[in-house]
Each structure stands twice: as structure tokens, then as C-alpha cells.
């Protein structure tokens, strides 16, 4: 069979993996990694369409098309000032190239795997024109479904879609969708390293702080510090450890906390740049930027102004906290929308002290915690949903989509 596959894999081309966002280039390399893992011998390609796909580097795949970087990092359907600075940097110009680029590409791939929205599916069908398997990972039906018109086109175009959560996939089948559950790939892109966080001692109820990965995070800092404060009322055994994304600064991360009373112990802490450590009140808190996957495993519990790293957070297990923050991204709107999509595994409050209380409540009360983790786990699926998702698309890769 491996020969065989060697053989096919050179007449027909390659897997084409479209995704069209920083997170789901992302998730297409975790599928990527899946992938190669359980046949080697496929050669795999990525066609980022939103920036130029630096988060791919690091998985087994040849990146292809034309990528470049646009002034909105590509939000440009947050607001019209985002559009038209993005028009002035040569979007449509950009937009027609990927377009091209894709047709250039068509006849020499055997099947695409579309990562992402719609539009990720509509790059597909439109230009490469070769068998779908789509993976969407944008909407959840506990949430908002999909629209008629995009279930038209998953029903017309795709061999395979596969959710992000059975009841999507439920939704997806009763309209005709070849739609199938096996996990959700965002689960296995956490990465923990499994390394022991720096200062906490045996004993400690770590705390996760998740500050959320844009400029944002600097304004929701001061507010999740007050929440901590809250919690050192009544927990002095409390460890916090804030996980900062690897784009925003380290040292202006730490002089805000400073600036809201907490003292730098270690720092840095020794053995890593990455990392600064701080007491108050005989409580410590880390500060680290490639220690997300660690600080999850680690955590009791976390408060976050996060969209996929609540998430995450929820998915393992780990209750969260919530409240709005003062910026544009994590907004009452937004985290309306992820309560519904996380239900009880998330309490969404109306600030940082309520936060703080509600961490107090959770950590308190066993049974509610327990409710609490299970709600996470059932909604956003264990970990091992790429190799599932890889083993669905050799399979049908071997049966179907080889013989093109």
C-alpha cells in the first residue's frame, strides 16, 4: 500500500490546504502534522490567503501562492477604516494574484482541505476545482449556523465536512451535508511542554490569566489585576500565571503590572527571556510568552479576555471566568456570543471583582466545578481531533480522491 500510495501521490499531486486567518494557519498545520504523521509519503502544500503564514512554518507543509501582509492583520471586516487602509495597501490587487495563483495550482493538486470560513471554501471550488474536504472552524451552531446559501455549497461541492462540534454536524446533516464529527482541531494546538512553571510551589491553587493575544491586552491587565486582587483576599495560597502572546511585549506587560502593585522577584526569571516572575501580598504571579499550553495544564481555573484561548482553556477541563473589556475586540457583544458557545463552562460576569469572585465561588464549590469542566470538555471535544481528521481524509484519499 505504501508504494502504491507513493505511486498515486506522484501522479495525482499533492493535498492543498487553504486557510484564510493567522488562527486557522493554525489549525491547518495541526491537521498538516496529523497528516504526515500517518503517511509521510504525501506531500503537502498550504496556500495561506491572510498575511503570509508564518504560524505554517513550523509544520511538514511546502507553502504556496502569494502571500502578503495587510495594514488590518487581517480584520478587515472590523471597521471601514481597517477596509480602506487595506484597499490603499493593495488588497484587490492582492485578492485578484491569490485568485490566479489558485487556478495556476488547480492542475496540480488532487484534492484541497479548505481551513476556515466560507470564503476559504469558496477559494476552493471556484478556482482549484478539484474534490472538497472542508473543515469549517468559523461558525458553531451554538452560536449562529450556517446560512442556506453556505450549506448549499458544503451539500453541492464537498466530498466531507467536518464541525467543530456534533451538534453543528447534526445541523449540517439534516440539510443534506456529508457532514461527520471527529473532533475539533483547535484542541491540539496547544503545545504544553510540560515544564514546571517557575515558582509554583507545591500546594498553590494556580490561577491562569489569559489577557488575550492583541493590543488589547495591555488595557485588560490593570482590570485583571483587580480581579486577582480579589481573589488574594480570601485565597493568600494563590499562584497566578498570565500566558502573553508572543507578538505583544514583554517588558510593557511588566511594568503594568508594576504599575498595579506587583513587586518583580526573578526577573528574568533565570533560564529564560521569556519569562519574569512577581509577589504581592505573598502571592506569586508568572508573566510568559511560549508557556500557554503549561500554564493551561497547570491551572485550577482561569480569567480570561480571550476568544480561542477560553477556548481551549474550557476544552481541558478548566473553568473560566469572564468579564468585558475596554478595547473593541473582547466586548459584551463578544462575550455574549462565547457564553453561548461554551454554556456552563464559562461564568460570564460584569467585571474584574465579580471575576474574582466567581474564581472564589468555583474553586469553593467541587461540584460545580465539576459541572463546570465536563460542560468544557462536551462542548469543545478531547484533544485528538487531527489524527481522527487525517485518518477520514487518507481514507477517503485512498478510496476516492487518489483515482482522479
Known amino acids: ?14 493535498i492543498l490546504l487553504i486557510s484564510n486567518g493567522h488562527g486557522e494557519d493554525l489549525l491547518a498545520g495541526v491537521l498538516a502534522q496529523a497528516l504526515h504523521r500517518q503517511r509521510p509519503e504525501l506531500e503537502l502544500w498550504a496556500f495561506p490567503v491572510v498575511g503570509e503564514g508564518h504560524a505554517l512554518r513550523r509544520f511538514p507543509v511546502k507553502i504556496v501562492g502569494v502571500q502578503q501582509e495587510m495594514p488590518s492583520g487581517g480584520w478587515v471586516r472590523q471597521s471601514w477604516k481597517a477596509l480602506r487602509e487595506d484597499l ?31 470564503y476559504a471554501l469558496f477559494l476552493a471550488y ?29 451539500k453541492k461541492h ?21 457532514a461527520k464529527y471527529v473532533g475539533n482541531l483547535m484542541m491540539d494546538a496547544i503545545f504544553p511542554s510540560r515544564e514546571k512553571l517557575y515558582g509554583a510551589d507545591s500546594g498553590r491553587c494556580v490561577i491562569g490569566i489569559l489577557p488575550g493575544s492583541r493590543g488589547e491586552a495591555y488595557l485588560n491587565l490593570p482590570l485583571l489585576s483587580l480581579a486577582m486582587d480579589e481573589i488574594l483576599r480570601v485565597r493568600r495560597d494563590a499562584y497566578f500565571a ?40 505573598g502571592a506569586g504571579l508568572l508573566l510568559a510568552q511560549g508557556r500557554f499550553g503549561d500554564i493551561l495544564e497547570a491551572s485550577s481555573v482561569c480569567i480570561g479576555l480571550a476568544g480561542t484561548a477560553n477556548e481551549q482553556a474550557v476544552g481541558l477541563g478548566k473553568p473560566v471566568a469572564a468579564f468585558p473589556g475596554p478595547g473593541s475586540q473582547f466586548t459584551k457583544k463578544f462575550l455574549a456570543a ?10 460570564a460576569v460584569e467585571g474584574p471583582l465579580e471575576a474574582g469572585r466567581a474564581v472564589l465561588e468555583i474553586l469553593a464549590d467541587e461540584d460545580k466545578y465539576r459541572r463546570m469542566a465536563a460542560c468544557g470538555r462536551e462542548r469543545m471535544g478531547e484533544p485528538g481531533g487531527s489524527d481522527r481528521m487525517a485518518a477520514e481524509i487518507i481514507r477517503l484519499w485512498d478510496n476516492q480522491l487518489g483515482t482522479q
Open 338 to 347: 462565547q457564553k453561548r458557545l461554551l454554556g456552563d463552562s464559562l461564568a
Open 242 to 281: 498570565v500566558a502573553l502572546a508572543g507578538n505583544l511585549s514583554l517588558d510593557k506587560a511588566a511594568e503594568i503590572l508594576m504599575d498595579n502593585g506587583w513587586e518583580s522577584g526573578a526577573s528574568p526569571v533565570p533560564g529564560s527571556e521569556r519569562e519574569r516572575f512577581f509577589r504581592k501580598n
Open 1 to 14: 500500500m505504501g508504494e502504491m500510495l507513493k505511486q498515486g501521490a506522484g501522479k495525482t499531486g499533492p
Open 158 to 178: 464537498c466530498r466531507l465536512v467536518m464541525p467543530r462540534d456534533e451538534l453543528t454536524a447534526q445541523g449540517l446533516r439534516r440539510s443534506g451535508v456529508p
Open 126 to 154: 471556484r478556482f482549484v476545482r478539484k474534490p472538497i474536504i472542508f473543515i469549517p472552524t468559523a461558525k458553531s451552531d451554538y452560536i449562529r449556523g450556517h446560512l442556506a446559501i453556505e450549506k448549499y455549497l458544503m
Open 88 to 118: 490603499k495597501a493593495g488588497f484587490l490587487q492582492l485578492t485578484w494574484r491569490q485568485w490566479q495563483a489558485l487556478k495556476a495550482l488547480g492542475s496540480r493538486v488532487s484534492c484541497t482541505v479548505p481551513v476556515g470560513d466560507i
